[in-house]
């Protein structure tokens, strides 16, 4: 088990791959269903959208936003989906979860998920 520092709000994932996984999962959980990765050398890319794709490297995503290029920390994926679901998709009334729904549905598939690694 990974420890965390005291005031870590997120653990330390292990590895891009490992944070993109999580960045997927919860993407999907915003309506983002057809989504692919790939991984490679200490890098992982996550193709969302025609208009988006995401890299995860040196322990941040990375996506570019009306020709900005926006970074969020790879440890808090679900913060990522939730910048990345506001500015791509239009949600409708009532389907957002809060912090604390995708937060725990994240634990839940990664608990699920590590079974199968």
Not at 54 to 67: A, H, I, T
Not at 80 to 109: C, K, M, N, W
Request: proline fraction near 5%.
């Amino acid at each position: 088990m990974l420890s965390a520092r005291t005031g870590t709000p997120h653990l330390p994932l292990r590895d891009a791959r490992e944070a993109t996984r999580l960045l997927r999962y919860a993407l999907h959980r915003q309506g983002f269903t057809h989504t692919y990765q790939s991984n490679a050398s200490g890098m992982s890319v996550l193709s969302v959208l025609t208009e988006l794709t995401v890299w995860c490297k040196n322990g941040m995503f990375v996506w570019n936003e009306d020709g900005h290029e926006s970074t969020h920390p790879a440890d808090d994926p679900v913060g990522a989906a939730r910048l990345i679901s506001r500015h791509y998709r239009s949600p409708a009334p009532g389907d957002d979860l809060t912090e604390e729904e995708a937060d725990q549905a994240v634990r839940a598939f990664t608990a699920t998920d590590s079974a199968r690694d």
